[in-house]
């Protein structure tokens, strides 16, 4: 097969699917096998997948173990956040925004090897392959992509584990039976799909959710936290500046502690179908919450409408995958402008599941007291502006009113 | 004053603000009053509002107290949930719904008595004012528009209590001091703004949220329950058929008992300047949450995405108070045309001040376990099309990274 | 192959490629072929296609000619025009919006004869197999589609030529050679594309437009007509009531005589490439500078700017191929909702290539010219309205600039 | 009257009417009046301004005349023309667009002169009024404006006359009769309003249009012109390399012989009314057909799609005077990001009244004749991927069709 990839970089989790994907290529290319373990702070020991590496039969050169946290969040999570984005009206993205990450890094390690294919084990009915490889290809359009769930006939679970066997991948004990669900974890968010979660109408079982304290186990007391954001990125939290991955980590620590973050979502996916899913995102959803608590008073009516109208289209960019494109870059670029004057502090309140901002100020502020208040104002807004301003709104409602008494 | 009116239909809530308008109308212009007294569920006793306007000298054919909650949330309240509407990503416009009501009211009136006038009690500085004047001229626009605080000069506290005893109007103990902050309410929320609230950075006490419990003293048991939707209204909880004002009413009850609904909020005004409000909206964030879950299983991305993105601007209509405008028709024949099959059942979990759907159900879904689920699936989904899917989709993609290297 | 089709409903055309298709079918699957062939203005006589059908072994009842005119004006064309639709700035969407109707033909056809499957002409490059297939797809999701261009191996144009001439299929004198170009045509309009235009940079020839008038050969002398709408849409030219077709019809020779609506165009296809067509839309640029005019007087601001707006996506969705989508239903019903009172007549002037609109009258006209006159308006606009308007529009402005020159 | 202006910039044109304010303002004031007359390319004498100020008393020192040509094309026109931004779907802006570039002049100078206010001679019924009031405030949020034409009493064309005769103010022959019609000029564009154009059913005199050769009389030979853009921006016409303004002036030149650009228009005004005018445009109309002509080839559809979703609300930023504003400067951002590739050459054709794009060039083309071409594309692009890519475009419609037959 002329076309056969020679050299392949794999999307390596060190676990006993992309394990016996990694032998598939050897046996069926019978190319050289490159592999990625990025830490995207999945919470998981990575040098076990270079053991497993190498017991596959990968030279140590070949082996990358990458700390990709600070990176994760800097120049994905956090220029997200900056949009607000939600994917319809509910989901945070946790699992899209990771997917253009961990491409950008499986290209430029095939450059750096000269390879001339990348490969991922995400599923042919899920949008990860399409985010995995629209962004292999816009990185590099000469790049070949392997998806092997598309290509090969291990189509069973008991396909899968007799391959494993017949090529000695050590198969863990859990790993042999029907997994109750499907999990993804990154240091934004937790998701869990598929088998028990697979009906929209039964609830999830408790066990789903790993990641957050059930709201019932979580304190009786509420906790107050201070996040200070500039430029539209959280910086410090409780005063004390920090790097955007720990602020992420912190973040979740108070998060799942207090049981924030848990959401069970049917979703519609980009290649046509619905799914259900539980996601885990405490850390984001009280960034997301504090976010929006600094706009309320550094971010005019203008900017924030501007923003929140573009952002829909924004958060469906990236669920399909489109992190690497000229219309996300666009947007971006608009997001980025608003955020000049996103600076100031904003005070939340944990308790039971829920966050809520209670106070926020900025030297950025835009409120002004002075004309809000009941009290006098010491002329620094004349109510008979608003008669002007009411009647020259109107007018064109007045006409249209005229206009259907006419010709009804 | 030849252009002073002659007959005033004023909406009346029998408190001192407003019978102080009543009188400022009856000295000034030497005009007939005529009030209008609305029932919008915000759990006062309206009655005494016609013995005050009768003491006030308002004859008994000229006192209208009108209960109109199924109105409101049959004709504004259900329309509006139908577009999943919040303002600046968080308010329910609980306020902004329910001003073209009046509006409507009290042009109607003035039509049965030849009223040409009608007043309200909002000042010159919030958006009441121009809600109530936009929606009235817009169902009349040859009607005039009284709005006394832009016009006297009882600016002070001190005056109007003045004029308030020059004219024999009775004045409440508590009314004397100063309010701690005005409160607006109506059966889908409660507002509270100014005074001990104007400085954004201080918390809100925990007097100010009245109608919600406090989310510590919430029970510490969740309580789970259905709600069923028609064409995008929900007409039924826990299996009982229920009148809109009637499930309002209930979902109100179910959301202050678990503490669900308060939200501490800087806004922007359309008159151009911020203000900070504390809102409760207790049924209104059930339903809003019940009704994203039935939509999740029953709206295609299509018309949902669609949606999302004209949400914003739907929203900003209403708050601005274009209610009665082409553009909100328009873009509500829109939602209304994605409701037709927004039937079907949502189970939600409430617990110390969080709602959460866990479970939806319908004839009318498009979730298809059939194609969704990890095992096999009968030939449902042909995993290879994601091939062609993905290389189409990254096609311009991958001219423009070509493109792009080309002129490097 | 039990997946092979037994009965298929073709949209023949009875041009060389479809009768191939034709045959192909019948040799491939041992099918029976259904045809249809729609009279959608292109300007051919169609009985040949009956005979044509029947010399390649169709049955009498199986060929189904019908001139669906009026049906493709009426339900599509006027519809599209409601919006002003117009694709990248400037292509009237004259395939496009062709193809669902075709469609639609097909699958009602199929279900008469219980035929399970339809098959089209189009090749696997393009938009139209888009088009046709989920058209088809979304009236009958489990009818079959055929493409026989992405599925068999007539790849060249001798091979094509070879089956033909094996099968006995009649070779036209001008198609034994390369077509200079592909065209497609209906009442709307006529394209053309490939070979001599594949080069953008290359001005196409002048014998490519085939159906307007060269502008330098146009009357010397401009012609004016007047062109009455009601609802949005042409229901009278110069004061002569006509069917929805006949205007159609008739703006078509005024426009082909004139010179107007020649457009080469390059154009982002749905499938990823860019290609550079040449169109001919004589009547429908007419069509939508009249349907402009008569709005700029009937449609307020708020709906107009909202239709503004929309425009995009929608004419985005009927490129790709979504008219039977519940999106584009929905943005139809957000169009037709502000057509309501466009009423009206509008006078142009047609010179040269060039369609002007140079008046418009109408009862339902919003134009007060009361309020837009430089002379004494007699109190319909007080000028000190604006002040106040300007000032609270200025507001924010002004915030932000105290806060920016504070913080700098 | 303390809140008095002390030194007032006036937007001075030498034309009677803003003599008569600049008299008034010493007048109704006693205040020092600074004089700002623009070279805007509007095609007059700016010298005799000069001498006019100095005899209604300016001081040489306060007499500002500034050639802002450039300015105005390089910082604002061409900006605008990057966003392909067309008001109301054919209103190429030119009035709206220079009011900023004016105000900006007058706050800088304000600030130089130490001067407390700016005035202007927009009335208080138009859009300009605001425009110039917006962009001032936005400069300088503690600047007064001074707009006499909403203050003073001399409302009808007598009194104006009077006062100008008791001042000592030269008033030209042809101004003592009504004007038929008001006339503002730059490099973009001259706009005619009022009188004879008033009422929208009655056609526009010939003698309107001034600037632009009637088609009638335009060559009867078409000629060709080639535009060069680099990022977005015209930089040479006919391989000439040129500065933005003689770009501009050029491109008038070719557009008025060809009678390119004229427009009858009734647009609706930001303060609610409709208004008619006629509006010639002869080389922003070459540019806009032009740049859309370079976009065509180096913009994809993503960011294409997505510039023109957004085009509407830039445009009516601009007309409503929003230029210096925070969701303006964010679309530009979106928009410059847009445009880093649009750079190459277009050919256009100019003929009695229309400009058509002929063909186009780039090295920054993203058009793939290897992709399009109906020959054969040697393994560009596989069409059976087309299969996959319409098959799940459709599922979704798929499943929606399937749950409406079910629900029936």
Redesign the interface.
């Known amino acids: 097969m002329s076309d056969a990839p020679k050299k392949v970089v794999l999307a390596y989790s060190g676990g006993l699917d992309t394990s016996i994907i990694l032998k598939w290529l050897q046996t069926e290319y019978g190319c050289e096998v490159i592999t990625f373990t990025a830490d995207l702070g999945q919470g998981e020991e990575l040098e076990p997948a270079r053991a497993k590496a190498e017991l596959l039969g990968i030279k140590p050169e070949n082996i990358h173990i990458v700390d990709v946290r600070e990176e994760f969040v800097r120049d994905f999570v956090f220029p997200m956040f900056r949009a607000?984005a939600v994917y319809?009206?509910?989901y945070l993205l946790g699992t899209s925004i990771a997917r253009p990450l961990i491409s950008k890094h499986l290209v430029e390690i095939a450059h750096r090897h000269g390879a001339d294919a990348v490969a991922h084990g995400a599923?042919?009915?899920g949008n990860d392959?399409?985010r995995f490889?629209?962004s292999a290809?816009?990185?590099?359009?000469s790049i070949k992509v392997i998806?092997p769930?598309?290509e090969w006939d291990l189509?069973?679970r008991t396909r899968l584990l007799e391959f494993a066997e017949q090529n000695q991948i050590p198969i863990a004990k859990n790993k042999r039976g029907e997994a109750p669900f499907?999990v993804d974890a990154n240091l934004l968010h937790t998701s869990s799909e598929?088998?028990v979660l697979?009906?929209?109408?039964?609830?999830?079982p408790d066990y789903v959710a790993q990641r957050i304290t059930a709201?019932?186990d979580a304190p009786?007391e509420?906790e107050f936290i201070e996040v200070t954001f500039e430029q539209g990125d959280a910086v410090a939290i409780n005063g004390e500046a920090l790097s955007p991955a720990t602020i992420l980590t912190r973040l979740n620590e108070y998060g799942a502690k207090h049981g924030v973050g848990?959401?069970?979502?049917?979703?519609?996916?980009f290649?046509?179908?619905?799914?259900?899913g539980v996601y885990e995102t405490p850390g984001g959803t009280i960034l997301l919450e504090a976010h929006?608590g600094i706009e309320?008073?550094t971010?005019?009516?203008?900017?924030?409408?501007?923003?929140?109208?573009?952002?829909?289209?924004y958060a469906?960019l990236i669920y399909n995958?489109?992190w690497?494109?000229?219309?996300r870059?666009?947007?971006q670029?608009?997001?980025?402008?608003?955020q000049e004057?996103v600076t100031g502090t904003v005070?939340l309140k944990l308790?039971?599941?829920?966050v809520?901002?209670?106070?926020?100020?900025s030297?950025?502020?835009?409120?002004?007291?002075k004309?809000?208040?009941?009290e006098?104002d010491a002329g620094a807004?004349?109510?008979?502006?608003?008669?002007?301003?009411?009647?020259?709104?109107?007018?064109?409602?007045?006409?249209?009113?005229?206009?259907?008494?006419?010709?009804k």
Request: aromatic share 8%.
């Open positions: 607000n319809e009206g509910l599923t042919g009915k392959q399409v490889e629209l290809l816009a990185l590099d359009p998806a769930w598309r189509t069973s499907s598929g088998t697979e009906d929209p109408a039964v609830e999830a709201v019932e009786n509420p848990l959401l069970d979502f049917v979703e519609n996916r290649v046509g179908m619905k799914s259900r929006r309320q008073i971010l005019d009516s203008g900017a924030g409408h501007l923003k929140d109208s573009i952002m829909p289209r469906e995958g489109f690497f494109s000229p219309e870059e666009a947007l670029a608009l997001i980025d402008k608003t004057h005070k308790y039971k599941g829920s809520r901002t209670v106070a926020r100020w030297d950025h502020s835009l409120y002004s007291e004309h809000v208040t009941f006098d807004y004349d109510q008979k502006d608003a008669a002007g301003f009411i009647r020259l709104n109107a007018l064109r409602l007045k006409l249209i009113a005229a206009r259907n008494a006419r010709v």
